[in-house]
């Protein structure tokens, strides 16, 4: 089946450290999306990519970087974690296509998620 | 003024029961919205998309809109404890904005 997969599902770090969070997909989006999600806060948007080259911030990207490396994979940089960064982290994607042919409609697709600790 | 507003619950109706979750939004240039269910741990789920006022039904869901008030509804007709989530109203403005709402947490009780 054709699915959005998350890499590492669960992660423990320490104030300070730098990791990555991979996101790939086999639906052939063109578009993805790094949300992360706090208690209380719902889903709130970090950073997405329209294609390999235009990557935007969404509303909260500070202290959080990007990588479009490929249609299929985009990946989420901590470059100094911090503990307020602890949340679920999900990536998803969608189909421009779904503009064409419906103005706006754009449904998107999550990932399993992945829950960052940082101590 | 957040994007989109919902009442965090929960919500709780008894087995068998209409559920009734609502959702405002504030761009009145929204096109299409999204219910999508979450299971605790879990990703969200799309369970139903409207973009013309009115409603759409599938199955026991039904979605409703009115763009001039500014409001979607999701309906759950003979709700089952399995419907036990929380659910996310989603609205896109525009082709390259997506706003979810904190969403309402929903209790079926057997």
């Known amino acids: 089946d054709a699915d959005v997969t998350q890499t590492p599902r669960n992660r423990i770090t320490k104030t300070g450290k730098r990791i990555m969070l991979e996101c790939s997909q086999t639906k052939g989006h063109d578009r993805m999306y790094w949300y992360r999600q706090d208690p209380g806060l719902g889903l709130r948007l970090i950073y997405y990519s329209f294609d390999v080259k235009d990557i935007n911030k969404g509303e909260i990207s500070d202290g959080y970087s990007v990588s479009r490396q490929a249609q299929a994979k985009f990946s989420l940089s901590l470059e100094s974690a911090i503990p307020n960064q602890t949340a679920l982290y999900f990536c998803?994607?969608?189909?421009?296509?779904?503009?064409?042919?419906?103005?706006?409609?754009?449904?998107?697709?999550f990932g399993p998620g992945t829950r960052l600790t940082v101590l | 003024q957040k994007e989109v507003e919902q009442n965090s619950g929960p919500l709780s109706v008894p087995e068998g029961a209409i559920a009734s979750l609502n959702c405002t939004y504030s761009?009145?240039?929204?096109?299409?919205f999204f219910w999508y269910r979450q299971y605790s741990g879990k990703s969200p789920e799309l369970i139903m998309f409207?973009?013309?006022?009115g409603d759409k039904e599938d199955g026991r869901f039904t979605a409703q809109l009115n763009k001039a008030s500014q409001y979607v509804s999701l309906l759950i007709r003979d709700s089952q404890p399995s419907d036990s989530a929380t659910y996310l109203c989603a609205v896109n403005p525009g082709f390259n904005k997506f706003y979810f709402g904190s969403g309402t947490k929903l209790n079926v009780k057997p």
């Open positions: 761009d009145r240039g929204s096109q299409s």
């Open positions: 409207i973009y013309s006022n």
């Open positions: 998803a994607t969608s189909d421009s296509q779904g503009d064409r042919a419906y103005g706006s409609y754009n449904e998107q697709f």
